[in-house]
């Protein structure tokens, strides 16, 4: 997803609440809300305390999230992020929606993300995967490592030779061709 300085992320956006987040993430306001809200709010609290300690999120009623962290006199705002901590907002709001879905793939989640979210990251995408089935696609070493740690994660590694793409620590199936 955009998070550059004119995402549809970073801009105003209509409350309403939205079990789903958006593809564009225009509704993050109000995908956090409907966590809070119905969702898994003690898990949504967990997330933002465990990549940012001492933070707190809120939505407004006129739907600005405001992130508060600790050091700065006021919260910031979507359009004052950085990318990294919108991109992890986003990752938050995908992964812990009231309604998830049973397979999600994230190419390179990693993207943007500062090396000290890549613990949280890979304690909610361990979460997540508790509710349904995520493949992580990444070349992130700190990513995969802290992946390993985490239970419930099958890692399938792949390799590059020659233009093919193997995984050698995974069984090739039998292909049978049918007779005519």
Known sequence: MRTD????VRRPQLMTY????AGDGSDLAAALATIS????????AKAIEH?????TLAVAGDGALRLSQ????RPLGAAELSDGTLRYLLLV?????PRSPELMVLNEPEGSL???????SARLLAHAAGRGQI????HSAALIEALREERRVKEVRLEKSFGETRAPDVEAPRWSWPKR
Do not use: K, R, Y
């Open 18 to 21: 939205t079990p789903v987040l």
């Open 5 to 8: 300085p004119q995402a549809p």
């Open 70 to 73: 600790h050091g700065l006199l």
């Open 51 to 55: 990549a940012f300690p001492g933070s």
């Open 93 to 97: 709001a995908a992964l812990l929606s």
């Open 135 to 138: 493949v992580v696609v990444s």
């Open 114 to 120: 500062h090396p000290s979210l890549m613990a949280p």
């Open 37 to 44: 809200a119905i969702g898994d709010e003690a898990a949504l």
